[in-house]
């Protein structure tokens, strides 16, 4: 929502427009860092009480927003929500596993995914059309969102005390859990964050305008939403393992053709289709989480969460130097970045035959007994 929203606010609270962009880093920080706790202190307290707190945090921090008299405020104020949206996101992906029919948990992980896709999509309209009338409208409105949502009755899962370990981030530490945060932190960087890139070569290698811009970036979100709960359902019928891993494979082959496309729609029409991957690569990696560490699952969500976001991050940061240098270099790696998020897939199709090999001799010893 900010981000239309960005020379409105300089002009306002009577700053650069550089010191607003960082209003961004100063909420994905501690965004991403706090989600490395958040999930854990979540299962220790109990979900809801965690969420309902971040909904207020979040409410309080965007009516700080709305109200700074300054720069400074500003910035603080957008660390807080940062912060508070920790404790949200995966706090409620994890929920899913406890309230979704399993034989569905991959659609209902995909719808959930495109909802979230459409509000990132809608986000920046709406912060448009509200800022036509003041940037503070803008803030004001999402505070009273949050606080509505703080007040709405929500029941999730806490883990009963039943004689099993205490959550711990020390359960988290595996090779499996690693996997995953890798695939992640690989796969925003090499196709969920590459959106500034598109804007880039929009605006200097066609001479596209703000609007037009806007429209070939939003080709990516508009290809999630239309495909989130396809890619769930994907990952319940073919395996939640074969679906990321095709996902992000077409995500690098898309990614890898952006670098030759000759003409702007071209390269909407090919960031729709990646669009349309990563539908299914995050409905098959966000299933494969949230069902795969018991002992701490909303711990395991919550970081897998944040190496997404360390991802995406660390794009901006190693592709507009490349750009610089080739237009072609960033769209190059990013690819590779792609495949690689699709070749950490690999180890689970494993991990998953042997879950299921698990489960049949389980089901078959029980037959046995009941005979």
């Known amino acids: 929502m900010l981000i239309p929203l960005i020379p409105s606010v300089a002009d306002g609270l009577g700053t650069s427009v550089g010191l607003v962009a960082l209003s961004v ?12 706790v958040s999930g854990t202190v979540a299962e220790r307290l109990g979900g809801g009480r965690v969420v309902r707190a971040g909904y207020v945090a979040y409410g309080g921090a965007a ?8 720069i400074w405020t500003f910035l603080g104020a957008r660390a807080l929500a940062g912060t508070a949206n920790a404790f949200l996101t995966p ?11 399993r034989p569905m948990l991959g659609r209902s992980v995909g719808t959930f995914a495109a909802v979230q896709t459409a509000g990132l999509t809608l986000a920046p309209l709406i912060g448009g059309a509200l800022g036509e009338l003041s940037w503070r409208l803008a803030f004001a409105a999402v505070a009273i969102a949050s606080l ?3 007040l709405t009755p929500l029941e999730l899962h806490r883990r009963s005390a039943d004689g099993r370990a205490r959550p711990s981030l020390r359960a988290l530490v595996s090779r499996r859990l690693g996997l995953l ?20 070569v929009a605006a200097e290698e066609y001479g596209l305008g703000a ?25 319940d019928r073919l395996g939640r393992p074969l679906t990321a891993f095709a996902g992000s494979a077409a995500c690098a082959a898309g990614v890898l053709a952006l670098a030759f496309v000759p003409t702007a729609w071209g390269v909407g029409a090919v960031f729709f289709l990646v ?41 901006p940061l190693v592709y507009i130097p490349l750009f610089q240098l080739d237009t072609r270099a960033p769209f190059l790696l990013a690819s590779g970045l792609a495949a690689l998020a699709a070749a950490l897939i690999l180890p689970w199709f494993a991990l998953y035959r042997r879950r299921v090999e698990a489960a049949s001799t389980s089901s078959a010893a029980s037959g046995t007994i009941r005979k």
Do not use: D, H, M
């Open 25 to 36: 880093t100063t909420y994905t920080v501690p965004f991403a860092a706090f989600q490395l």
């Open 63 to 70: 009516l700080l927003c709305a109200f700074a008299p300054e």
């Open 91 to 101: 706090i409620l992906l994890a929920a899913l596993y406890e309230a979704a029919p």
């Open 148 to 150: 509505l949502l703080a």
């Open 181 to 200: 945060s890798a695939a992640a932190a690989a796969g925003y960087a090499g196709f969920t964050g590459i959106g500034f890139l598109v804007a880039l």
């Open 211 to 235: 609007g037009a811009t806007g429209l070939l970036v939003a080709t990516y979100g508009v290809g999630g939403i239309l495909l989130g709960r396809a890619g769930g359902t994907a990952a």
């Open 275 to 315: 669009g349309c991957g990563s539908a299914f690569a995050w409905a098959g990696l966000n299933t494969i989480t949230v069902e795969s560490f018991p002992e701490n699952r909303a711990g395991a969500v919550s970081v897998f969460g944040a190496f997404k976001f360390a991802g995406l991050a660390a794009a």
